[in-house]
């Protein structure tokens, strides 16, 4: 009897554990599909960013979304994100309620591959806050930023934001130290404050629109009419760079010969000195398939900076513009031409440099201005440069400009002048008014003058250009020059840093 008691205890005891088991299981199958749906939902919820009405308010605008800029700029399929789940930790103003949280917050960081070469993106998202940078926000672009630094790869952002977010206070503040047309503005403070501080009336186009940046400050390279066309020419542009400052600048296959001549650059620079000619119509007649990306072709437009190749290999291209200002050097030329300078140095690309230069621009603005300092940036900057540099003269090198465009004094690789070229200190006139001033007969002592320095023989003799070549010969030459400084090294003693006159 006591042990049929024992045998139905224990029964009972069993039949408790095997539907404690039951439990068990039932739980273990139905808790994932839980945090699946949860998982799927927060998924769906980053992709939609603020919402399909902050989206189409976005489409309304004439702009993409943070999500299809990132789409249109990588390789299709290409996309991997991270952080997708980050949301902001504000607390304060009712930042914490469910409906102002948004998985991924106002940013869309990952990476990807243009034209099968890696980089890294951030893509800020309007629809979320106006793509006001948080904390968390700052948080996720650093930490890309980070990744590339470790693998050796570019980073782009693709900025589309209000500023720092004012409900989070000085922790959006501390993340921007952390990373430090017609649709786009950028300014340090908006009209609002600005009529408040200077009473000053003034539109958002007018502070911080794009023909503002790309033609008077100097702050943005380029404009484009779209978002779609900015992330076309984006990607062309990444096509010229290395990946990084310890990878070679990218060589892809030519089909333009290197020895190809080119017959019309023998009549390209007009007899008389003082008629202008397009230094771009020279560019793309030497460069591969007359293909040259400019860089801030509506700011200081007598100087011409961009990229190109030459035999499949990336350069930097330099020139003087005698359409603009007869090609003087100013202030704002010699900025942007140290900048790129430094530029191309920084990521190994050989510098071309093209000189028709009278002088550097006088008056009383660029002297107040400082244009001795900031002419000096130039010649510091390729000075400093110890990439390929090769350097031609097509007509006028005056004066101190001369010194500064690259020439054998700042250590060029190879100078070459065209038979039109004329390295003086100063134009033959007034050379000639200062020299021979209450002279009876001027003429004869302006002939003497052209006679002697208008040519490039004075510099030939005394070793400044190597060699005088036919101008149809110009691409030959620099092809084959390239080939040979391919290997180039320069040693320079160990220093901090550079000390370039800012």
Not at 61 to 68: H, M
Not at 96 to 119: C, M, Q, Y
Not at 380 to 386: I, L
Request: proline fraction near 5%; include cysteine.
């Amino acid at each position: 009897m006591a042990a049929a008691v024992r045998v139905t205890a224990a029964r009972a005891r069993l039949r408790v554990v095997v539907r404690s088991l039951h439990a068990g299981v039932r739980s273990l199958c139905t808790q994932p599909v839980s945090v699946n749906e949860r998982i799927e939902n927060k998924r769906q919820a980053a992709l939609l960013g603020g919402g399909q009405r902050r989206i189409d308010s976005q489409h309304k605008r004439g702009k993409l979304t943070a999500r299809e800029r990132i789409s249109l700029l990588l390789d299709p399929g290409s996309f991997i994100e991270s952080d997708m789940f980050v949301e902001h930790r504000c607390a304060d103003f009712g930042m914490a309620a469910d409906k102002n949280k948004f998985p991924g917050d106002s940013v869309v960081t990952g990476r990807g591959r243009i034209n099968g070469r890696l980089v890294y993106v951030f893509s800020q998202d309007f629809t979320v806050f106006g793509g006001s940078l948080s904390g968390a926000h700052a948080q996720k672009i650093c930490k890309i930023m980070d990744q590339a630094m470790t693998v050796g790869a570019p980073v782009i952002g693709l900025n589309d934001s209000g500023g720092a977010r004012i409900q989070e206070g000085v922790e959006s503040l501390a993340g921007y130290a952390d990373i430090f047309l017609d649709t786009s503005y950028l300014f340090i403070t908006g009209p609002d404050v600005v009529k408040s501080v200077t009473n000053e009336d003034v539109t958002q186009e007018e502070l911080g629109g794009a023909r503002t940046h790309t033609t008077m400050s100097g702050v943005a390279h380029r404009a484009f009419d779209n978002d779609v066309d900015a992330l076309c020419n984006l990607r062309e542009f990444f096509n010229y760079l290395p990946l990084s400052n310890q990878d070679p600048a990218p060589i892809r296959e030519c089909h333009d010969p290197s020895d190809r001549l080119v017959p019309e650059l023998d009549t390209v620079v007009p007899l008389e000195s003082t008629r202008a000619y397009d230094m771009v119509d020279i560019i793309y007649s030497i460069v591969d398939e007359r293909d040259f990306f400019e860089i801030m072709p509506n700011y200081a437009k007598n100087i011409i900076v961009g990229f190109a190749r030459m035999n499949g290999r990336t350069v930097g291209i330099v020139g003087n513009q005698p359409k603009v200002a007869s090609g003087c050097l100013d202030i704002n030329s010699s900025v942007k031409g140290a900048r790129f300078v430094r530029f191309c140095d920084a990521f190994n690309i050989p510098l071309i440099t093209f000189v028709d230069v009278p002088g550097f621009l006088p008056g009383t603005a660029q002297e107040y201005g400082g244009i001795i300092r900031h002419g000096a940036k130039l010649l510091y900057a390729f000075a400093e440069a110890t990439v390929p540099k090769i350097t031609v003269i097509t007509r006028k090198a005056y004066g101190g400009a001369y010194d500064v465009m690259s020439s054998k004094h700042l250590c060029g690789d190879t100078n070459y002048a065209w038979p039109t070229a004329e390295i003086a200190v100063m134009g033959a006139k007034g050379a000639v008014e200062i020299i021979f001033k209450g002279h009876e007969n001027v003429e004869a002592a302006q002939a003497e003058y052209i006679e002697k320095f208008a040519n490039p023989f004075p510099a030939a003799v005394r070793g400044f250009v190597d060699d005088i070549i036919q101008p149809s010969s110009t691409r030959a030459r620099i092809c084959c020059d390239l080939d040979v400084l391919a290997s180039k090294k320069v040693q320079r003693p160990w220093r901090k840093h550079a000390n370039i006159p800012l």
